[in-house]
């Protein structure tokens, strides 16, 4: 039988539950994001590290937990709040329960909190830190939580970012052993390129695309894309394979490297392309990574995903600014100012761009329609552009894919 246990707010509000995965002490940020589906995607998610993950969609777990799924090597969120959990899933696919994954990757959840009360707390009151306890009473979880270092001082990319540069080839290849496998051997049970049609574009690897839906039309039976060879090298700031899943997929040859990385380091890898990927954490704190950016802005082709597009904002001098309550779920609206095309996006981060303190040619390219924050960036006349969403999606729809295709595009012309 679960335990009893508590969330408790550094404002001093406290949510009374019960325990699932781990039975551990976790602290962090409390944030929540309001997609349906996706729950192992958003655990395995970089962007979350130092975070502690509420879901408002009331049912979680109900299809399980599979080998497929995985966006990096292990659980990344430091804990999970839930209105349910299910202890008995119902999928083809599904090999473990939620409640069993999360205990294997030592991290802790928390069920029977009203996760729509504490999502209008944190709308109206801002995202704060949080802590999950059991056995102690909120008075002495909130002596402890306001004793911890704060989110925003740390520099979680240093923490998610490969520690050595590797090449993707397929879903075998990983950077590092699996911490949280299902299956014996630690791969998980991935396949390599081609085994599943479209494999990794979208929500699941195992996705298979009618006809002219995807990237270029991806078919049903398709693997790679025959392509040009483009060599696109990916900064780790907190990638998620999705990302490395679709330019395998597209023809181009992908490496990753560390966020440490020089700027010669990075161009003595023969790049024709750059991504800086997503990440967790203040952009304010990776001044390291912006100069790395600056010096290779008009150098080669430049593209930035989420914290990405904060990094080169910062580069071009611009501010950066943290949102009362961030953007995570997948229905977030988009419009595209050079088309006037409004796509849904998945989201996922807590600070965004000033455009007012835009400078060195970078101008605002797509915004969003709920609160007109800017959601993407191009420079008027060097081969850089951004978006501050997950075109990648995993999990969320699949409109915005595209942008693959025009960042590709871009690093042919400059060849």
């Excluded at 473990?96 to 909190?113: C, K, V, W």
């Excluded at 490496?255 to 392309?273: E, R």
């Excluded at 082709?301 to 953007?327: D, N, S, V, W, Y």
Aim: proline share 6%.
């Amino acid at each position: 039988m679960s335990k009893s246990a508590i969330l408790v707010l550094e404002d001093g509000s406290y949510y009374e539950g019960y325990t699932f995965g781990a039975e551990a002490f976790a602290y962090g940020e409390v944030v929540f994001n309001t997609s349906m589906t996706g729950y192992q995607e958003m655990l395995t998610d970089p962007s979350y590290a130092g975070q502690i993950l509420v879901l408002t969609y009331p049912l979680i777990g109900n299809y399980g937990i599979n080998d497929h799924n995985f966006e990096s090597a292990r659980v990344q969120v430091r804990g999970l709040v839930v209105r349910e959990q299910c202890n008995y899933p119902s999928h083809w696919q599904s090999q473990g329960t939620l409640d069993e994954f999360l205990a294997a990757s030592g991290a802790p959840g928390i069920h029977g909190i009203d996760t729509r009360a504490l999502t209008r707390h944190l709308r109206y009151r801002g995202v704060m830190m949080g802590a999950i306890a059991t056995g102690q009473s909120p008075e002495d979880v909130l002596v402890r939580l306001r004793s911890l270092p704060r989110y925003d001082n740390v520099d979680f990319v240093k923490e998610v970012s490969t520690k050595t540069s590797y090449q993707w080839e397929s879903n075998l290849d990983l950077p590092h052993p699996r911490e949280c496998s299902l299956t014996e051997g630690g791969t998980g049970g991935m396949r390599g390129a081609g085994d599943t049609p479209a494999e990794g574009l979208g929500v699941s690897p195992n996705l298979i695309l009618p006809p002219r839906m995807g990237v270029r039309g991806l078919k049903e039976g398709l693997g790679v894309v025959p392509g040009d060879g483009l060599h696109v090298v990916v900064v780790d700031c907190g990638v998620k394979f999705n990302i490395l899943r679709i330019l395998r997929r597209l023809g181009c040859r992908v490496s990753a490297v560390p966020c440490t990385y020089s700027t010669q380091q990075i161009l003595d890898l023969k790049p024709d392309g750059i991504l800086f990927s997503p990440g967790p954490g203040d952009p304010v704190l990776l001044d390291h990574i912006v100069e790395t950016v600056r010096k290779l802005a008009g150098v080669k082709p430049l593209m930035g995903i989420c914290l990405g597009e904060q990094l080169i904002g910062r580069a071009f001098g611009a501010r950066t600014f943290k949102l009362k309550f961030g953007h995570r779920g997948g229905n977030h609206p988009v419009r595209d100012i050079r088309t006037g095309r409004v796509c849904i996006a998945a989201q996922n981060h807590g600070y965004a761009v000033d455009a007012d303190t835009l400078e060195g040619g970078l101008e605002v390219s797509h915004i969003n329609l709920n609160d007109g924050t800017v959601e993407g960036l191009r420079h008027r006349e060097l081969p850089i552009m951004s978006i501050q969403y997950h075109s990648e999606a995993s999990p969320g729809p699949l409109d915005n894919l595209y942008l693959f295709d025009e960042f590709l595009a871009m690093v042919r012309e400059s060849r």
